[in-house]
């Protein structure tokens, strides 16, 4: 799989979804569902400073993994802008550090903050929260 640049992430356009591949290894990490990503690109004065500060030229990232049920986040509201989860409903908007706007979710999808080396989009730091619905 081809590495996603900078410029395949598009302002305001639906986020893609992507695997984090190991720089060192080259390994993508696709065989776990847990470590899918909803990458997505939006103006940076729309993001709140938490956000902002995890974000790298408007490019933000989180988990595609629900917080509710663990279903995969893989609809996008175009209009708001916003994450939404095809099982229960549940909205999340990115801008705002994806916190819940409707839905049954408790919590924010977990963002991973980024950071660029050239044409790269790296991780810069480990996931904000655990992955996925919270343990019964």
Same mark, same amino acid.
């Given at each position: 799989a081809r590495a996603?640049? +900078?410029a395949d992430v598009v302002l305001n !356009? %639906? +986020? $893609?979804?992507?695997? =984090?591949?190991d720089p060192v290894s080259g390994v993508t990490r696709e065989?776990?569902? $847990?470590?899918?990503?909803?990458?997505?690109?939006?103006? =940076? !004065? &729309? $993001?709140?400073? %938490? *956000?902002? %500060?995890r974000?790298?030229?408007?490019m933000v990232a /989180? &988990? !595609?993994?629900? *917080? @509710?049920?663990?279903c995969a986040v893989s609809e996008w509201a175009e209009d708001k802008?916003?994450?939404?989860? =095809?099982c229960h409903s549940?909205? /999340?908007? +990115? %801008? @705002?550090? !994806?916190a819940?706007? *409707?839905? =049954? *979710?408790?919590r924010p999808l977990p963002a991973l903050p980024l950071k660029l080396d050239g044409e790269r989009i790296l991780i810069a730091a480990p996931f904000s929260a655990p992955l996925g619905a919270p343990a019964a």
């Open positions: 996603v640049t +900078p !356009a %639906a +986020p $893609l979804s992507v695997w =984090p591949r065989n776990a569902r $847990l470590n899918q990503i909803l990458l997505v690109r939006l103006d =940076p !004065a &729309s $993001l709140d400073d %938490a *956000t902002r %500060a974000a790298v030229d408007g /989180y &988990s !595609a993994i629900c *917080t @509710h049920a663990a802008r916003h994450f939404v989860c =095809p549940s909205e /999340y908007d +990115p %801008a @705002h550090g !994806a819940r706007v *409707t839905g =049954p *979710t408790a």
